[in-house]
């Protein structure tokens, strides 16, 4: 799927912020919220209203997977931390648009390259050699990893293949491993760290995009279990 101008620009102009605090478009544009920054995002070639371009600001729906996250994370005392690969920093984006995030977000750790993750979150070499970056085993040992290195009640992962490039027969353009790791009490034996996959169709904003709210709702879906 060839991305639009609109998502084009849109990630361009996201992947700039991050980059740079203060990012002011040379053209005349709309804003688009991310975080606290205000990127000015030249899209009236589009037709899009102010309406439209402000939709993915920090979320004011109650039902947002990162609000219902937070809530439940705050009532039973819990913490998460992040390790991220595909998504690049949207995960941890996603949770720190929330006020008083803090009360239970202890990290977002990007750990792009196979030595980013040996080295920064603990992945064997053994897994990246024998099954690659994009696999169950090492969304597995990332989510574990962080998870142990913040000493968080819960941590959570994201590798895959956003695309366009890159996808073979075996491991599409799209495929995606979340990684959730839970660490129970002492002595209970109830600590648990697994993956789950998914193929999203999309342009890699969008791959990447549903799967940092698809690695939010897997952490809430796994505390409800408890």
């Given amino acids: 799927m060839i991305p639009s101008p609109t998502n084009a620009i849109v990630s361009s102009a996201i992947s700039s912020s991050l980059r740079s605090p203060d990012i002011k478009g040379s053209e005349p544009g709309i804003g688009v919220g991310t975080g606290d920054r205000l990127i000015r995002v030249a899209a009236e070639r589009d037709g899009m209203t102010d309406a439209d371009a402000t939709s993915p600001t920090a979320p004011t729906d109650e039902d947002a997977v990162e609000r219902r996250l937070g809530r439940r994370l705050r009532d039973r005392g819990e913490t998460l931390a992040v390790a991220e690969s595909l998504t690049g920093g949207l995960v941890g984006s996603l949770l720190t648009d929330v006020p008083g995030s803090s ?69 599409p353009v799209g495929l995606v491993f979340v990684g959730v790791a839970y660490a129970a009490p002492w002595g209970t034996g109830d600590s648990f760290a697994r993956a789950e996959r998914r193929v999203i169709d999309g342009d890699r904003w969008t791959v990447k995009a549903e799967s940092a709210r698809w690695a939010l709702q897997t952490v809430h879906d796994a505390i409800e279990d408890r």
């Fill in 103 to 171: 009360d239970y977000l202890d990290r977002s750790v990007v750990a792009y390259s196979n030595d980013a993750k040996l080295d920064a979150l603990g992945v064997s070499r053994e897994s990246l050699d024998a099954h690659g970056a994009v696999s169950a085993p090492v969304a597995r040992e990332m989510a574990r990893g962080v998870r142990d290195d913040a000493g968080a009640t819960w941590g959570v992962s994201t590798t895959g293949i956003a695309g366009p490039a890159g996808g073979t027969e075996e491991k």
